[in-house]
């Protein structure tokens, strides 16, 4: 891969890459713990993708804005463009998707989206900044959506896995239906402040906690190292495998699927971000790999 490509940087026990396109981690390491982050075998062919401009499906994969329709699918375009560096150093790196012709065809409004990620203190740290450089409101959604390694550590079973809550998340959680929201929540499997890993949760797609108390939680295992995982600016946090791959995704959301009956103007669409002509909103997330029990 040339040099162009892929950024890869370190700092202390902790070493990460990035590629420009999609602006996507494609490597998280500890010294060891080994790789934390999936490697986007063929169950999943991704590591950890940008959801811009939307997060989930639109109804028909549909925008309409203003009495016209445009195609935008799953997730968006952001994971697929490519990304300017705007700053490679050897312990961070930043880049910066703009609008264009191409993005413009699919959703016309003007924005600049900036990722940066930086190694410090024995954490990676990944900052969102979406700005509107247009002269209307600026609607979108942002997702991050790192896959982890699950089980965390070889011989480890998958079962002994579990994320430990910050807070405790009585309330009911979300669904998908064919990709869009099911209108009624259903009760939460989490007990108190933990939840017991099976891959049986996600047969019915993403678990989706629309209104978490929490901002922060652990994924966790005897005899594996921990993942400490803590976001801000993000509303929504939703939880995926897929079956065959060997990963659990963590995504902190702010947006979500369009909810079964929806399919009005895209301004009018809940969860978005609602950004005024020149302003910014700012996202994050960041792990901390810890060492086995």
């Known amino acids: ?70 195609r935008l699918t799953q997730h968006g375009f952001g994971r697929d463009r490519r990304f300017a560096w705007a700053e490679r150093a050897p312990d961070r790196c930043r880049l910066v998707l703009e609008d264009d012709d191409a993005t413009r065809a699919l959703y016309p409004f003007a924005f600049r989206l900036e990722v940066e990620y930086a190694l410090a203190a024995g954490a990676l740290s990944v900052e969102y900044r979406v700005t509107n450089t247009g002269e209307v409101t600026l609607p979108a959604s942002l997702g991050a959506h790192p896959a982890f390694r699950w089980p965390l550590a070889p011989g480890v079973p998958r079962e002994a896995h579990r994320l ?31 939840l017991p890993l099976d891959s049986s949760l996600f047969e019915a797609d993403a678990l989706i906690l629309d209104r978490p108390r929490s901002r922060s939680l652990r994924f966790t295992a005897p005899g594996a190292p921990t993942l400490d995982f803590s976001w801000h600016g993000f509303r929504e946090l939703g939880l995926w495998t897929r079956a065959g791959g060997d990963f659990l995704c963590i995504e902190p959301w702010c947006g979500m699927a369009s909810e079964e009956g929806f399919d009005g103007e895209f301004a009018t669409k809940p969860g978005l971000m609602l950004i005024p002509p020149g302003e910014s909103r700012a996202l994050g997330w960041r792990v901390a790999v810890l060492p086995a029990a």
Do not use: K, N
């Open 164 to 194: 430990e809550f910050a807070e405790a998340e009585p309330e009911p959680v979300r669904r998908l239906a064919g990709g869009l929201l099911r209108r009624e929540p259903e009760p939460t499997p989490i007990r108190g402040a933990t």
């Open 1 to 70: 891969m040339a040099e162009q490509d892929r950024h890869e940087f370190a700092e202390g026990r902790l070493a990460a890459a990035v590629l420009a396109q999609g602006a996507e981690l494609c490597s998280l390491r500890e010294a060891a713990a080994g790789e934390v982050l999936w490697l986007a075998e063929p169950a999943w062919p991704r590591h950890s993708p940008i959801l811009f401009p939307i997060v989930g499906r639109l109804a028909g994969d549909t925008l309409r804005h203003e009495g016209r329709t445009y």
